[in-house]
């Protein structure tokens, strides 16, 4: 394979490579690391099929058994003469167990040696070295090499030279890193890596010794963006008898396997103490996801999110834009539908009502239950045009392709429309027009990578944008969910792929959503709780009972009940004002709906607001 072809299969997809193959061996033969030269040439087919466990678990990047079986590696090892047949006998179980989607990589390890004056190696002794060993693999048709667990950069930099001596195939280059940061040798992140860029690695990364959060920790700490290959030890080891285990389990790998993607990770897996379980995890976790790659030597950006300064040049400012107050102070937002023909005059008359309560943001849905309405995107801009009040613009995935999409966000972005809620959308054939075809290309989470991506300067291709947009993402969640676990799941997923505010189904029950408040806190995104106007005690019991997700009190119900006909439609509005009253100081803010289209009932909602 040539570095040209694995830049661009790096764009395309995350890959997953495969576990530690040495703490593999020990766990399933039940003994102390026994070198894996050793079961290559005396029991290939467990090696093989670890390597088969691994690719069936969703490896597309399998590595040979040869990182210990250099000749300086071999030297004091039983099995010494067999340095040429270890390694040509690893490629081979390697290529067999690999389909032809997968990479088989050449495992390259230290030798073990220091660099004089402090051991017995030059540095054309460490090249002559890894060029015969290379030399061995490439015959053996390996697409490319990585260099597993390296303490010494000065040891790696001669590793990557050797090979670039040899060939133009990929190189990825791991190191491996103490608690502090550093090498053993005193060697910082950001000097091994741009060191080993330099010298010709495509890929660098961190393998072993840590487990995912110290390393997590170790990445934050680079002030420059690499293409990364991130494979950390499962927590750390727990001897019992003469095995080895480890403690983090498949689905807590899984999930840190999505903050180094945050970073720059190309390339996750793991070291020791992968199992294949550990690897499907990861596998499901990032199936679908692209890598963010920056400019390779790129200084690191703080924050993806949009700069709060970044305003649209057509706004006219009138004090901090919505962008600065999500998450500073809490929003108060209403949800108005366009309208299904070119009549506006109405809606810009709700606004002008509304603005002197202190209105920040209009919520625009797009084209709600599948029925044509003016785009929320040209709507939104000429709201701030005429009102100079903000939008969060819905957009769906139902109407456009993938195409069509990113086009559509670009041309918002031009026009100043910076707050998209992303939605996946009803299908067409609940709406006017069931013959209408329903495209989604993505759902709700791949529209976010999309603008997360956009964000970073990158389309989704990861193509060049000239520079990046200042996208504010919002996304829904329903913290009353069944199984909230599932619910928070995704909204954990969405959160990670960039999304910065989130905006929920209509609250009823303040108390009700404590859990959700509970889990989403460590994120620390704001959150919109949305409100919707009771028209009356029929409006109450259709929701109470039909509507999916939404709970009414018990003495709430009761009051509807209770009240006269005629006083009903007023006591939806008290009732409105006071769940935002208490809503709002425990959340990012509220977004108020008018039921049936009635928007004129939100200025009474807003003059009893406290």
């Given at each position: 394979?040539l ?5 661009y299969?790096?764009q395309?997809?995350?890959?997953v ?15 102390r ?5 050793f ?39 039983p099995?010494?003469?067999e ?14 167990a ?30 002559d ?11 053996a ?5 990585i ?12 590793c ?20 502090d ?15 080993l860029?330099?010298?010709g ?17 170790i ?7 690499y293409?990364?290959?991130?494979r ?33 990770a190309?390339?996750?897996g ?45 706004a ?10 999500l ?30 309560y ?28 005429r ?5 969060i ?29 992303a ?12 013959s ?5 290309d ?20 990861m ?5 990046p ?8 969640a329903?913290?009353?969910?069944e ?61 109470n ?13 009761a ?30 803010g509220v ?9 004129h ?10």
């Amino acid at each position: 394979m040539l570095r040209t072809d694995y830049d661009y299969l790096i764009q395309e997809r995350v890959l997953v490579i495969e576990g530690n193959m040495t703490a593999e061996l020990s766990r399933r033969s039940r003994a102390r690391i026994v070198h894996p030269a050793f079961h290559i040439l005396e029991h290939p087919d467990l090696v093989r099929s670890i390597h088969q466990d691994f690719a069936v678990s969703g490896a597309h990047v399998l590595v040979t058994a040869t990182a210990e079986s250099n000749r300086l590696a071999l030297e004091g090892e039983p099995l010494r003469a067999e340095y040429e047949a270890i390694n040509r006998k690893a490629c081979e179980i390697c290529r067999a167990a690999a389909s032809a989607q997968q990479l088989v990589l050449g495992g390259l390890g230290p030798t073990g040696a220091l660099l004089r004056p402090y051991g017995r190696l030059t540095e054309k002794d460490y090249r002559d070295i890894y060029k015969d060993q290379a030399s061995l693999l490439l015959d053996a048709e390996v697409a490319g090499f990585i260099l597993e667990g390296f303490s010494s950069l000065i040891e790696a930099e001669q590793c990557v030279l050797a090979l670039r001596e040899l060939s133009a195939c990929p190189i990825v280059a791991c190191m491996t890193f103490l608690e502090d940061g550093c090498t053993q040798f005193g060697d910082n992140v950001d000097d091994c890596f741009s060191t080993l860029m330099e010298v010709g690695a495509d890929t660098v990364g961190i393998q072993g010794t840590l487990g995912p959060l110290e390393i997590e920790g170790i990445l934050a700490q680079k002030k420059t963006n690499y293409p990364l290959c991130v494979r950390p030890n499962a927590g750390y080891p727990v001897h019992l008898g003469n095995t080895v285990s480890y403690l983090s389990s498949p689905e807590y790998v899984a999930e840190c396997a999505e903050l180094f993607l945050s970073q720059g990770a190309v390339m996750v897996g793991g070291a020791a103490g992968f199992t294949p379980d550990h690897i499907r995890a990861v596998a499901d976790r990032v199936r679908g996801s692209f890598p963010q790659v920056a400019k390779k030597g790129s200084s690191v950006v703080a924050s993806t999110a949009p700069d709060a300064s970044d305003t649209p040049r057509h706004a006219t400012r009138n004090g901090p834009s919505l962008c600065e107050k999500l998450g500073k102070q809490p929003i108060l937002s209403v949800e108005l539908e366009p309208p299904r023909g070119m009549e506006i005059e109405s809606l810009i008359a709700t606004i002008e009502k509304l603005k002197p309560y202190g209105l920040d943001a209009i919520n625009i849905p797009e084209n709600p239950l599948a029925r044509a309405r003016i785009s929320s995107i040209a709507l939104a801009k000429v709201i701030r045009e005429r009102t100079q009040v903000e939008s969060i613009a819905h957009i769906t995935c139902r109407d456009r392709n993938l195409i069509s999409l990113q086009a559509e966000l670009l041309g918002a972005h031009v026009l100043g429309v910076r707050a998209i809620l992303a939605l996946t959308g009803d299908p067409a054939r609940i709406g006017d027009y069931p013959s209408a075809t329903s495209i989604f290309d993505v759902n709700s989470l791949g529209l976010v990578e999309i603008m997360s991506r956009m964000n970073l300067g990158k389309d989704f291709g990861m193509n060049d944008l000239g520079e990046p947009t200042r996208f504010q993402i919002g996304v829904a969640a329903n913290p009353l969910a069944e199984n909230l676990d599932e619910e928070m799941r995704y909204l954990e997923m969405k959160i990670r792929r960039g999304a910065h505010f989130v905006q929920t189904q209509p609250i009823f029950d303040p108390a009700a959503v404590a859990p959700f408040l509970q889990r989403i806190a460590p994120y620390e995104v704001p959150v919109l709780f949305g409100v919707m106007l009771v028209r009356d005690f029929r409006h109450a019991k259709f929701l109470n009972n039909e509507y999916p997700g939404i709970h009414i009190r018990e003495a709430d119900m009761a009051r509807f009940q209770n009240a006269d006909e005629s006083q009903q439609a007023e006591l939806g509005i008290r009732f409105a004002a006071e769940l935002i009253n208490e809503l709002r100081p425990m959340s990012g803010g509220v977004y108020v709906m008018p039921s049936f289209g009635e928007a004129h009932r939100l200025e009474g909602v807003f003059e009893k607001l406290d």
